[in-house]
């Protein structure tokens, strides 16, 4: 079984910058890939960042690239996602996923956090 935590969401105006964590517990993560997802409400969940666990290879969607950098801290199995330039469409709930192979679909995540709310305000 694998725990995932996310912190760092919250309120901010458009422009400005916030950094989520995601805790992992449970699993060793020598080989996992982690990511984040979002979803807005009556949106799908959509992929937003991956990175490999061992290898620092990290992997993101047209959008929202160059504004958003996911990195991780294996001593402290802790991936972040730090988001720069905000604006209010990046308003949703944030997910951190992980798994055995490369999370850039939902469907493709055996694992998943329960979210934490990134609100921007115009």
């Known amino acids: 079984q694998v725990q995932l935590v996310e912190s760092g969401g919250g309120l901010v105006q458009a422009g400005g910058s916030l950094r989520l964590s995601c805790a992992a517990s449970?699993?060793?993560?020598?080989?996992?890939?982690m990511g984040w997802f979002r979803q807005a409400p009556g949106k799908e969940r959509e992929f937003v960042a991956a990175i490999s666990w061992s290898g620092g290879n990290t992997y993101s969607p047209d959008s929202p690239k160059g504004r958003f950098t996911i990195s991780r801290d294996n001593a402290k199995n802790t991936v972040y996602l730090q988001m720069n330039s905000l604006k209010p469409e990046d308003t949703a709930l944030y997910y951190c996923?992980?798994?055995?192979?490369?999370?850039?679909?939902?469907?493709?995540?055996?694992?998943w956090g329960q979210g934490t709310q990134v609100t921007v305000s115009s």
């Open positions: 996923a992980a798994g055995p192979f490369l999370v850039t679909t939902p469907q493709s995540v055996p694992y």
């Open positions: 449970g699993r060793t993560f020598s080989s996992n890939y």
